[in-house]
């Protein structure tokens, strides 16, 4: 069975760090675009991080930049978000999906029929 599970959401302080975990069973991750999506009632599902199958390259939403950094490792077939100074903002549940596209237009354009999903996790950043 092919399954996304996405792991590491939790409540923290303004400030704070978090580091999500996105783990592949029933396929290799290794041949995958994988991202990390938001969703939040206001703002609707939005493309935080993207990374492309082998080479590094990655894609962070403007408001990330800087502290957000999206890695992969492959032998564990799993794909990390590791989120530091956390804002209220940031609150949201978490999502992460693979794709056979190219990164860039995982996180830029509209799902695609065959991309994998998970069942997300939720980010809580509060005082």
């Known amino acids: 069975q092919v399954q996304l599970v996405e792991s590491g959401g939790g409540l923290v302080q303004p400030g704070g760090s978090l580091r999500l975990s996105c783990t592949a069973s029933?396929?290799?991750?290794?041949?995958?675009?994988i991202g990390w999506f938001r969703q939040d009632p206001d703002k609707g599902r939005e493309g935080v991080s993207c990374?492309?199958?082998?080479?590094?390259?990655?894609y962070y939403r403007d408001s990330v930049k800087g502290r957000y950094t999206i890695s992969r490792d492959n032998a564990k077939n799993t794909v990390y978000l590791q989120m530091n100074n956390l804002k209220p903002e940031d609150t949201a549940v978490y999502y992460c999906?693979?794709?056979?596209?190219?990164?860039?237009?995982?996180?830029?354009?509209?799902?695609?029929?065959?991309?994998?999903w998970g069942k997300g996790t939720l980010v809580t950043v509060s005082s």
């Open positions: 029933g396929f290799s991750l290794d041949s995958y675009a």
């Open positions: 990374i492309a199958t082998s080479n590094g390259s990655a």
């Open positions: 999906a693979a794709t056979r596209r190219n990164y860039y237009r995982l996180c830029t354009l509209p799902p695609d029929y065959d991309d994998y």
